[in-house]
């Protein structure tokens, strides 16, 4: 059974830093594209970030501004998300998802962890 | 990036009975070369992750009842689920991967007359 468990998510302060991690099973991770995606509460989608299997290609969300970095260890089966700088607006949970494949939509999707950026 | 409206934002239908919901593309998403549509939708129910009906514009996901399907092509697509069961209430969101940013619709809410 394919599995995406998300942690790392928390309250942090406007400018602060957290680092989601992505634990998956019941497939081969190296096989896949991967991505992030975020839902702001009681709101719509939006697409992050996503990366290549052996994470030689990531593409992001312009509006992100650098602040956010994608990566991924296939020998821990596991995606990451560093985010940097974060704002109000980056208040969302986020998902990781597993790809069809590159230009693909996200067939399988974890739970989902809650970043919420307040003083 | 190409920005993807929904229409209604929420529908009402009655048990038994066909929701229509569309969704069009501010640019055609149809890719000549393959003559794909880079359209998927996605069902979301109350604290759950979205999950995938579509893609291609009418390739139902594994295990995806055949009530759904979608169709169109270029910039207007519709998903269309007959006879509507209970367990089809959820907000429903179409999204493009033709490019990046993949972008979503801001869903349509369906629930039961």
């Known amino acids: 059974e394919v599995q995406l468990v998300e942690s790392g998510g928390g309250l942090v302060q406007p400018g602060g830093s957290l680092r989601l991690s992505c634990a998956v099973s019941?497939?081969?991770?190296?096989?896949?594209?991967m991505s992030w995606v975020r839902q702001s509460p009681g709101k719509g989608l939006e697409w992050v970030a996503n990366?290549?299997?052996?994470?030689?290609?990531?593409y992001y969300v312009d509006s992100l501004m650098g602040r956010f970095t994608i990566s991924r260890d296939n020998t821990e089966n596991s995606l990451y998300l560093q985010m940097n700088s974060l704002r109000a607006e980056d208040t969302a949970v986020y998902y990781c998802?597993?790809?069809?494949?590159?230009?693909?939509?996200?067939?399988?999707w974890g739970q989902g962890t809650l970043v919420t950026v307040s003083s | 990036d190409i920005v993807m409206t929904q229409s209604p934002d929420s529908l009402a239908v009655s048990l038994g009975e066909r929701a229509t919901i569309n969704c069009k593309s501010s640019?055609?998403?149809?890719?000549?070369?393959?003559?794909?549509?880079?359209l998927a939708w996605y069902q979301q129910k109350p604290g759950l992750p979205p999950k995938l009906l579509i893609y291609?514009?009418?390739t139902r996901d594994s295990g995806v009842p055949d009530r759904f399907s979608g169709s169109g092509s270029g910039t207007d697509f519709t998903l269309t689920i007959d006879s509507l069961q209970a367990e089809d209430v959820a907000v429903y969101f179409c999204?493009?991967?033709?490019?990046?940013?993949?972008?979503f619709g801001q869903g349509t809410r369906l629930e039961i007359k």
């Open positions: 998802a597993r790809d069809l494949g590159k230009w693909e939509p996200h067939q399988h």
């Open positions: 019941g497939f081969t991770f190296s096989n896949y594209w």
């Open positions: 990366i290549k299997q052996d994470g030689t290609e990531k």
């Open positions: 640019r055609s998403v149809l890719y000549s070369s393959s003559s794909k549509n880079y």
């Open positions: 291609w514009a009418f």
């Open positions: 999204q493009q991967y033709y490019s990046t940013p993949y972008t």
